[in-house]
């Protein structure tokens, strides 16, 4: 994982892409692991009853995809102060997911370097389906 620095980043420049291919069994151990069982994230018969054109990813599993992409992004000496998304689309596992962001702003508060950036998630024709926010820390080269 890449260290970045403060000093390093510039207001407009991209967050590194992070690509995520979710399946159907990632879906199930996803509802064991945060006790999410409603069964239109695993049991397709349910979810096409329901209107849905398939089952698809939790809400909340999304988000952890842009917390991995702004984790990933910080390094092990930055720090995410928050982050949060809105769900405003359905992704369905067997299809890849791109988690994206851009830098809107950095500046020094009270001594601790911030970034703030424009996350979200968008599927493989490029509609954004959780668009988001994430503040980080990052450290000073020096």
């Not at 049991?43 to 990933?72: E, R, S, W, Y």
């Not at 509609?127 to 000073?140: E, F, M, R």
Request: overall charge negative; aromatic content about 10%; glycine content about 8%.
């Amino acid at each position: 994982m890449e260290q970045r620095y403060f000093e390093d980043i510039e207001e407009g420049s991209e967050v590194p892409t992070l690509r995520k291919d979710p399946t159907p069994q990632q879906l199930v151990k996803y509802a064991g692991a945060s006790g999410d069982f409603y069964q239109i994230h695993y049991d397709v018969n349910f979810a096409k009853n329901n209107g849905l054109p398939d089952i698809i990813l939790h809400g909340a599993l999304k988000n952890a995809f842009l917390g991995q992409l702004m984790t990933d992004y910080v390094g092990f000496d930055g720090t995410l102060k928050k982050l949060s998304c809105q769900y405003r689309a359905m992704d369905i596992p067997g299809t890849p997911v791109f988690a994206k962001g851009t830098v809107v702003k950095k500046y020094v508060e009270e001594n601790e370097n911030i970034v703030e950036c424009e996350i979200w998630l968008e599927n493989e024709e490029g509609q954004k389906t959780t668009p988001g926010y994430a503040i980080v820390s990052l450290p000073n080269r020096s």
